[in-house]
C-alpha cells in the first residue's frame, strides 16, 4: 500500500479588497481602504454656487462635513439616478453614486494605456481585470485637487455671517 501524500495548497495570492459601484450602465472600482463608509443620500444639503459644477451639495456625518462630487459630472457621463453616497477616507470628500454592486479582491491593477489622457490620468489609478470584464480603479485624490477644496473652504468662509463688532469711539 502506497501511503497517501496530502497535496499541498499553493498559497493564495494576496488580493486588494475593492467596491465595485456603478454609475449608470458602468461598473468602477475603488480601494476599500479609501471608503469611510457608504450611506444613503439622506441629509444632503444643496450649496448654492455653482462655481463648481460637480460640487452640487455637502454632507454632515458625526460633525464633518463632506463636499459630495457627483461621479456623472466628474467622469463626463449623463445624468442618472444616484442612490448612494461613498464618504471618503483621509479627505473631506464623498463621492455620490448609483449603487454598490459589491466588494471583491483584484489581483493587481493594470497601468493605464496612453489612450488615458488629461484629467483621466488623475482620475484612475488603472484598470483592474475582474470576471472577464475591465474595470477602471478610480483615485480617491482624484475627486477634488487640493486648489479645488481650498476654494471650497474659502467659499463658505466668504458666505458665512459677519459677525458684527461695538465700534470702540474714543
Keep these: ?3 497517501h501524500r496530502r497535496q499541498q495548497r499553493k498559497p493564495r495570492a494576496q488580493g ?8 449608470g450602465e458602468t461598473t468602477f ?10 450611506q444613503s443620500l439622506v441629509g444632503m444639503k444643496a450649496i448654492p ?3 463648481f459644477g460637480k460640487v452640487r451639495h455637502t454632507l454632515e456625518r458625526e460633525g464633518r462635513r463632506y463636499w459630495v462630487v457627483d461621479a456623472n459630472i466628474q467622469f463626463g457621463m449623463l445624468p442618472t439616478h ?13 463621492v455620490k453614486v448609483d449603487g454598490i454592486d459589491r466588494m471583491t479582491e483584484i489581483g493587481r491593477v493594470l497601468p493605464l494605456p496612453k489612450a488615458f489622457q488629461g484629467d483621466e ?12 470584464r475591465v474595470i477602471p480603479v478610480v483615485n480617491p485624490a482624484g ?18 455671517p459677519v459677525q458684527e463688532t461695538a465700534e470702540v469711539t474714543a
Design 1 to 3: 500500500m502506497r501511503p
Design 16 to 23: 486588494h479588497p475593492v467596491i465595485l459601484f456603478t454609475i
Design 29 to 38: 472600482a475603488i480601494a476599500a481602504s479609501a471608503v469611510n463608509e457608504i
Design 49 to 51: 454656487h455653482r462655481q
Design 82 to 94: 444616484s442612490s448612494r453616497v461613498l464618504l471618503l477616507n483621509e479627505s473631506p470628500v464623498a
Design 121 to 132: 490620468q488623475n482620475w484612475y489609478a488603472g484598470l483592474a481585470v475582474i470576471a472577464g
Design 143 to 160: 475627486f477634488l485637487s487640493h486648489h479645488e477644496l481650498n476654494a471650497l473652504e474659502e467659499s463658505e468662509i466668504r458666505k458665512a
